[in-house]
């Protein structure tokens, strides 16, 4: 089961209203509709744990199916820069 996509859909109206932060596990199976849905809002994606001695980049969706991690992070475009990395 898709967990974290059943967590989102629930708080929906909250994600698009509020843009929070959002921290997530996701295995490499049910990658592909939580990509599609956090992109349909201007969600970015960067995998956990961020390393504070390097600029921290978005996972495009190719990089995001492929990722080994499962942690992950979830910024409003309007937080990440034009260049792809965390304001």
């Keep these: ?7 989102l859909k ?20 049910d990658r592909d509709d939580l990509f599609q849905m956090l992109e349909e809002v201007g969600y970015r ?13 978005v996972l495009e969706y190719r990089s995001f199916l492929a990722h080994p991690g499962r942690n992950f992070i979830a910024f409003a475009a309007e ?9």
Excluded at 10 to 29: D, K, N
Aim: charged content about 15%; some cysteine; glycine content about 10%.
């Design 45 to 57: 994606i960067f995998p956990l744990p961020l390393d504070p001695h390097s600029p921290a980049r």
């Design 1 to 7: 089961p898709i967990y974290e996509l059943r967590v």
């Design 10 to 29: 629930g708080a929906w109206e909250t994600v698009q209203s509020c843009r929070p932060l959002l921290i997530f596990e996701s295995w490499s199976g």
């Design 79 to 87: 937080q990440v820069s034009n260049g792809g990395g965390l304001l």
